[in-house]
């Protein structure tokens, strides 16, 4: 509610500034909710980062994350709270979990399948991309996934399972 109260106030006082030559109130909020929602958990995850001697692991985590939900769409809480501390935990934890070759490749294997079944996700109203390149988007997220067959990345492959896993047509909480 906070980010909502924030976004609402600095489109209120940008409208008094110029009220002719800019959108509507509504527009603006809804576009600086958007900004805040990113940048707040951004810049908390690069700090988290810096602070346990990750940042780079974490930037990766985030990278890999942003990319394959622009391209895959994904679940959408109701709470903006909920969503930053989501994607903080999904930035923040993955540099700090380990696992073997096998399970990389087992994690990006799956996210592969579960992306060419479910991708893209939930886009409708939080997307403006028209829906003829909706199979461009799950050809492009399936080859971003399948980028790390390559990269062998522990921390890709996690990302890439909790995002994938957020295509699944969940009950909004």
Sequence with gaps: MIIEAWSEKIAVSIK?????????VGVMK?????VFNF????LIS???????GKFSDTLLAIAAFVMLRMLSGGYHFKSSTVCMLSMIVVAVIPPYIHF????????TITSMVLVALLAPSNMRGYHRMPEKYYPLMRIASVLLVASNLVVASEIM?????LQAVSLF?????
């Design 46 to 52: 690069l700090c988290i980062g810096a602070i346990g």
């Design 157 to 161: 492959a996690l990302v890439y399972l």
């Design 16 to 24: 008094k500034v110029n009220e002719n030559e800019t959108v509507s």
């Design 100 to 107: 073997s070759e096998l399970w990389t490749l087992i994690f």
């Design 39 to 42: 940048t707040i958990p951004f």
């Design 169 to 173: 047509g969940w009950k909004e909480v």
């Design 30 to 34: 809804f576009a600086l909710i958007i």
